[in-house]
């Protein structure tokens, strides 16, 4: 840009000067001519820096997942491919035998089946149980009163067989009917204490609940989830709309489930667009403001961005917890000051634009003030963009 504008200028002065003689040509005029554009040019660089700084540091970031299996098998079924092909969220990645995993849900299933007829049995029980005691405390009430009764007679044939009218027999037929009576009370009273103790048990074991179901139907319960989520894993999905990189599993390995061994990385289809900028060159940059880029992956395309926001932190200001005291630096070379990250959010028009994890290129920031200038780093920009397409190697 600079030689255009130098071009120009020299036109007008030769036509001025030389051509037409509109003026004359001599060391006032000389010294003023060559003054005239390096002072310009150096303002206008200035400018330029304050009001629409550029960067040629811009880098595109994306984030990577690592794929780790949930549950340890045979991979029966690769279902993506390596290279620059989108894998949406859902799709399926790998399946792993779950033939073991089913034996287990369907093992579970049967026992759980077991054991909600065992608690069914239970409760059976217990009812059983509730109405032997009414049973015997009937049958208690029943002999009580007869043995009430059987006492009153013996009173009375005792008192007969004292005064000479009874008979000694029916006195001795009815003592032992009290003794029968008190023996089948007796027994009555046992009947309903098992009973009773026996409800006991019955309603410890039901009294040990977890939503309403006995503590063992409750714990097989819990064992055939897990196990039917232990299946579900066994079908790899997706997490997000990425791509595949370094797709290494193939069916017939095995992955052990372990969090520390990832058997594919997924790299995010959108990424983040990053530019670096020294650190003088942000104080009239804000959130909002325009911006463009342009990669070197993308000659001549000019990609449209705002603002989204300045880091303003980097690893010179960080300091490590320890019991060290910082050194100022003293008898050492001093690093040079760090540069702040500027994040940029691309405009709707470019938002399907496919960015390349790790491209390169240059940006520029265009703020409130001095917008005249802002055509001068346009046209730079479009410039060097599409300069990209020069590939300066001798082979």
């Not at 600079?2 to 036109?11: K, Q």
């Amino acid at each position: 840009m600079e030689v255009i504008l130098l071009s120009i200028y020299s036109f007008f002065v030769w036509l001025i000067f030389i051509k037409l003689k509109w003026l004359p040509w001599n060391i006032v005029s000389q010294v003023t001519v060559v003054i005239i554009p390096v002072v310009a040019l150096v303002a206008l660089i200035l400018l330029l820096n304050i009001f629409a700084p550029s960067s040629a540091d811009v880098r595109v970031y994306k984030y990577t997942v690592p794929i780790v299996s949930q549950v340890r098998g045979r991979v029966i079924e690769v279902g993506v491919e390596e290279g620059n092909r989108l894998v949406k969220k859902g799709d399926v990645l790998f399946r792993i035998d779950p033939t073991p995993y089913q034996l287990e849900v369907n093992t579970l299933e049967a026992q759980l089946v077991g054991m909600q007829g065992s608690q069914r049995e239970l409760l059976e029980q217990e009812k059983g149980a509730q109405a032997k005691i009414e049973e015997s405390q009937n049958r208690a009430k029943e002999l009580s009163a007869r043995l009430a009764l059987t006492q009153k007679r013996v009173q009375q044939y005792r008192e007969l067989v004292a005064s000479g009218a009874g008979n000694r027999f029916d006195l001795e037929r009815a003592q032992t009917e009290v003794l029968e009576q008190r023996g089948a009370l007796d027994a009555a009273r046992n009947a309903e204490s098992q009973a009773r103790a026996s409800l006991g048990q019955i309603q410890q074991k039901l009294g040990a609940t977890v939503n309403g179901e006995v503590s063992q139907v409750a714990q097989v319960r819990a064992q055939l989830e897990n196990a039917k989520w232990q299946l579900d894993q066994t079908t790899t999905h997706s997490p997000c709309e990425c791509y595949v990189v370094n797709l290494q599993l193939r069916p017939g390995g095995f992955v052990a489930g372990l969090p520390v061994n990832p058997v594919m990385t997924l790299l995010e289809a959108d990424g983040q667009v990053v530019a670096f900028y020294n650190q003088n060159e942000l104080h009239q940059v804000k959130p909002g403001d325009e911006a463009e880029f342009a990669l070197e992956t993308m000659p001549g395309k000019i990609i449209k961005a705002k603002v989204d926001s300045i880091v303003w932190a980097q690893g010179q200001g960080q300091l490590q917890p320890s019991g060290t005291i910082p050194m100022t630096m003293s008898g050492f070379v001093a690093q040079p000051p760090g540069r702040y990250a500027v994040k940029f959010k691309l405009e709707e028009r470019d938002k399907a634009i496919f960015l390349a994890a790790g491209a390169a290129g240059h940006a520029a920031i265009y703020t409130e003030h001095l917008e005249a200038v802002h055509i001068i780093r346009k046209v730079i920009l479009r410039t060097g963009a599409y300069l990209n397409y020069l590939i300066l190697k001798l082979h």
